[in-house]
C-alpha cells in the first residue's frame, strides 16, 4: 500500500533522520552563514594577518641590526686622522737628518692602539739600523680627540744624490666601539737629495 504524504512528511520531521538530511528551519539558516566561510577557505584566502606581520617585524629588526653594525664597526665620526711632516727642504748625499711625523686626532673619539710606521725607499736608512731595513714601526697607544702625537725618526741618506726620495708613512688604530676592527691613514713626503758639499 504506498505512503500517503502525511506519512512522508512525519518521517523527515523524524529524530532519527540521516545527518545528510539538514531539517529546515534555524539550522538550515546557521549553515547557510557558514557556508561563505567555508568557500574562503577552500578557495585559499588566508585566515589571518599573523604571518604577513612576522615578516615586517623580521625585516624591521634586520634592518636596525644591520645600521647597528655599521655604526659599531665604523671609526670615528667625521675627519679622522691627519698626518703632516716636519723635514728638511732638502739634505746632502751621507748627511743625518730628523724626519718627523705628526698625527692629529680630528675626529670626536678615542683612536684605541695606534701604530705609526715609517717606510723608506732605497738609498735613505734609519741611523743606527742595518742599512737594509726600510720600515719601522712605534706604538703610539691612545689618542684623544683634539690630540697630537709626533714621533721623530733619525735618517741617513746613502745613495742616489741628486734625485728626489719619497717616504711614506701610515697610522693604524682601532675605533673605541670595537678594537677588533683596524683603520689606516697613509700619507707621502717627498725630499730633495744633493750631492755631499765638496
Do not use: C, H
Not at 585559499?44 to 617585524?57: L, N
Not at 751621507?94 to 678615542?110: C, H, L, Q, R, W
Not at 680627540?145 to 711614506?168: A, Y
Amino acid at each position: 500500500m504506498p505512503k500517503e504524504r502525511g506519512e512522508e512528511k512525519d518521517y523527515r520531521r523524524s529524530p532519527w533522520m540521516p545527518a545528510r538530511y539538514p531539517a529546515p528551519g534555524p539550522t538550515a539558516q546557521a549553515n547557510g552563514k557558514q557556508e561563505p566561510q567555508l568557500k574562503k577557505i577552500f578557495a585559499g584566502e588566508p585566515r589571518g594577518r599573523g604571518g604577513v606581520f612576522f615578516v615586517k617585524i623580521l625585516i624591521v629588526f634586520l634592518v636596525v641590526g644591520a645600521i647597528a653594525f655599521f655604526f659599531y664597526t665604523r671609526g670615528p665620526r667625521g675627519e679622522r686622522v691627519g698626518l703632516e711632516f716636519v723635514k728638511p727642504s732638502s739634505v746632502l748625499l751621507g748627511e743625518p737628518f730628523t724626519f718627523s711625523v705628526s698625527a692629529s686626532n680630528y675626529s670626536d673619539g678615542i683612536l684605541k692602539n695606534a701604530k705609526l710606521s715609517v717606510r723608506l725607499p732605497e738609498g735613505i736608512s734609519f741611523l743606527g739600523q742595518p742599512q737594509n731595513q726600510r720600515v719601522m714601526e712605534q706604538a703610539i697607544g691612545d689618542i684623544g680627540p683634539g690630540s697630537v702625537n709626533q714621533q721623530s725618526f733619525n735618517l741617513i741618506v746613502t745613495s742616489g744624490g741628486d734625485s728626489v726620495k719619497r717616504i711614506e708613512a701610515k697610522l693604524a688604530y682601532s675605533p673605541p666601539q670595537n678594537t677588533s676592527v683596524q683603520f689606516e691613514s697613509a700619507a707621502e713626503a717627498d725630499l730633495a737629495v744633493g750631492q755631499p758639499a765638496v
